[in-house]
């Protein structure tokens, strides 16, 4: 199985993997259904998760049901847990949404809810997020997940995004990070594919953040600090939801 999801992985783009999985789902539910692990984006029980990244892989990472990793069920979680995300009004912008959550987000009533994005073809907004085509002001919360690893000018995406957020406002900017990196390794000379992947883990990435992110997005103007949310539940809980101990959930605010 490790070796069929490494190969699925490497050659096959991970939105196109979400939009198979779409018609797939009641095939992937009977043959994973079971009581080990639970998603709680779909709310369904699982009798495993699958393998997932790269180069090393990580065990029980990828739902099968929604294709979430840690991070969005973490995410998914504090939403939940800790707002009012479900249930009061908003008007919500989502750069390069994840498919489940912008099939999701898409449903509710109480959410004004436009997605962006400058390449993918199912979004609502064509825009560059160095140059976003929205008044000043104009959001209540921003989610903004591991895109700004591929811009080198993440300063213009950063104040762009702060730009757009209303007083009050609120969002979540994750990025990949190395907990260990006081200071984020980038090389904007690194070119070559193979390359990018050796120094910063992804192809298409310029550069590893490190524990500075939290400086860069305080830069902009935004108010912030490093969130452990997975470090909430038991470890009970932790294994059933496939979290992560060390997965930072940052979380910014806008005066």
């Keep these: 199985m ?3 999801t490494k190969l699925l992985l490497n050659k096959i783009p991970r939105p196109m993997l979400i939009k198979m999985s779409i018609w797939a789902r009641p095939l992937i539910y009977q043959f994973f259904k079971g009581d080990q692990f639970y998603d709680p984006i779909d709310g369904r029980s699982y009798r495993k998760f699958l393998p997932y990244g790269y180069g090393k892989q990580r065990e029980n990472a990828l739902s099968p049901g929604t294709l979430s990793l840690e991070r969005h069920r973490q995410m998914w979680l504090y939403l939940q847990n800790e707002t009012d995300f479900f249930i009061k009004n908003y008007k919500v912008l989502h750069i390069a949404p994840e498919q489940e959550f912008l099939r999701k987000f898409k449903r509710m009533s109480n959410l004004n809810y436009i997605s962006a994005d400058l ?4 979004v609502d907004v064509k825009a560059d997020i160095l140059d976003l085509p929205f008044e000043n002001e104009s959001f209540d919360i921003i989610f903004c997940n591991h895109v700004l690893e591929h811009i080198e000018d993440d300063a213009k995406a950063i104040s762009e995004l702060y730009r757009v957020m209303k007083p009050g406002g609120w969002g979540i900017l994750q990025v990949p990070m190395k907990n260990s990196l006081e200071k984020t390794y980038e090389d904007f000379t690194i070119k070559d594919p193979k390359e990018r992947q050796k120094h910063f883990g992804q192809y298409d990435h310029v550069r590893w953040y490190g524990m500075d ?8 103007g935004f108010e912030t600090e490093p969130n452990f949310y997975s470090q909430k539940f038991s470890e009970e809980e932790i294994k059933k939801y496939g979290l992560r101990h060390n997965e930072i959930l940052p979380i910014v ?3």
Aim: proline residues 6%; positive net charge; aromatic residues 22%.
């Design 2 to 4: 490790k070796k069929v």
């Design 119 to 122: 390449y993918s073809p199912i």
């Design 213 to 220: 992110y939290f400086d860069r997005l305080r830069k902009a």
């Design 253 to 255: 605010y806008k005066k």
